[in-house]
């Protein structure tokens, strides 16, 4: 009897691997299902490895879809699901599709290859991680296992079309400043570097006695003409040393409790976290997975990695019995509205409707702050922009003032 490699997880989140035999996919499926098992990967270990296709889907595993692709792909997905027609029908329809990106029809034609062979969506997606993470592949077996399929993936089109929106506003609102302050700097390192040490020759010939303004802007004029190229490279050294040490998860975690306690910044981190935290909990508690289950997948979907440790501890708190409101509010450092919202959602049996308000509430809350911070920022900006580029004027201007007086 064949011999199959499985991944599964138990309905209190736990992850399980192993060997399994059976008569084929779906046998080795159902026997793990009895078992209590969900099936994330099940692998026939002899055809795996005597498959012609193995290096294309090895090559294909290690490249992977944006978000916004994956955003495109779930909605035309459930939109032809919903419609009536099979999933390998539509994945076909899709593939066929003569504006879709290369790589993305490549991806499309294994999973087609791997559905033609009996093998279902989940498992199907869960050899490209890449491109489809845990979160993913859960709410798809989900779907499969309810029947629901069609009505799943709209859900989790329109969750990602909302998490894709929330980061873009995030990043457009910061444009402008980003935008300002390039400008500036550009425009102030143009006056010391090319336009200050021209006129500074011009008062070093007349050996005048110079104002103290003058003489700090010609001494980091000087600096940046002699050291700018190196000060340049030492920048983007420690940008290299920077990006290098945020892999790192002891760097990476005093990093995210240092964001935390910004002022603005670390409340607009957590209402954006909050969003993306409730959002994911009510569309995982919506397709019936475990709140456990749901609970861990959520809180990987999470950046901050000290959020990610609190979720840690309510993790184990819900494991010991406690409910999940309680286990959220321990720490305190999640708003009181989501944590009410999650204990009258648990309450009244409509948990994945609260946790949806709270998400809708949290949303709002950042775009609130959003605005706030940047209606603030820009003034700021343009102030101490403006008055970095009046010292420069005021610094060589006030010498020849002072020149013109003697001449006279």
């Avoid at 500036?184 to 500074?200: A, E, G, R």
């Amino acid at each position: 009897m064949p011999l199959f490699q499985f991944e599964a997880v138990t309905y209190s989140g736990k992850t399980e691997r192993g060997t399994i035999e059976g008569e084929s996919l779906k046998s080795v499926r159902q026997q793990l299902i009895n078992k209590g098992l969900v099936p994330v990967l099940i692998t026939d270990i002899v055809s795996d490895h005597a498959s012609s296709g193995n290096n294309k889907k090895q090559f294909f595993k290690n490249i992977s879809i944006s978000s916004k692709d994956l955003c495109v792909l779930t909605k035309q997905l459930a939109l032809l699901v919903r419609s009536g027609i099979s999933i390998e029908e539509s994945l076909t329809i899709i593939a066929e599709d003569a504006h879709i990106k290369s790589h993305k029809q490549k991806l499309l034609e294994i999973v087609l290859t791997d559905i033609r062979s009996g093998v279902p969506l989940s498992q199907a997606l869960a050899s490209h991680p890449k491109s489809f993470g845990t979160f993913y592949r859960g709410i798809v077996a989900a779907a499969e296992q309810s029947g629901q399929m069609g009505h799943v993936l709209s859900q989790v089109a329109i969750f990602l079309e909302k998490r894709e929106s929330l980061k873009q506003k995030a990043l457009s609102a910061m444009v402008y400043p980003a935008m300002l302050v390039s400008v500036s700097l550009m425009v102030i390192i143009f006056l010391m570097t090319y336009v200050v040490p021209q006129i500074v020759r011009v008062f070093e010939s007349t050996k005048q006695k110079l104002p103290l303004i003058t003489q700090i802007v010609m001494a980091i004029s000087n600096f940046l003409t002699q050291w700018g190229l190196v000060l340049l490279i030492a920048l983007l050294a420690a940008s290299l040393v920077f990006s290098y040490l945020l892999r790192k998860p002891e760097f990476k975690f005093w990093f995210d409790g240092l964001c935390l306690k910004i002022p603005v910044v670390g409340r607009l981190l957590l209402e954006f976290e909050s969003a993306r935290f409730s959002g994911t909990m009510s569309l995982l508690v919506e397709a019936n997975i475990p709140i456990l289950s749901a609970l861990h997948h959520a809180k990987n979907t999470l950046s901050n990695m000290v959020l990610r440790k609190i979720l840690d501890g309510a993790e184990i708190r819900l494991s010991e019995g406690s409910s999940l409101a309680k286990a959220m509010a321990y720490q305190g450092i999640f708003s009181p509205i989501l944590t009410h919202l999650i204990r009258s959602g648990e309450a009244s049996g409509k948990l994945a409707e609260m946790l949806q308000y709270a998400a809708e509430n949290s949303e709002q809350q950042a775009e609130h702050t959003t605005k706030v911070f940047t209606n603030l920022l820009e003034p700021i900006l343009i102030l101490v922009m403006g008055f970095l580029v009046l010292g420069i004027v005021m610094a060589v201007m006030q010498p020849i003032l002072e020149m013109n007086n003697g001449i006279r």
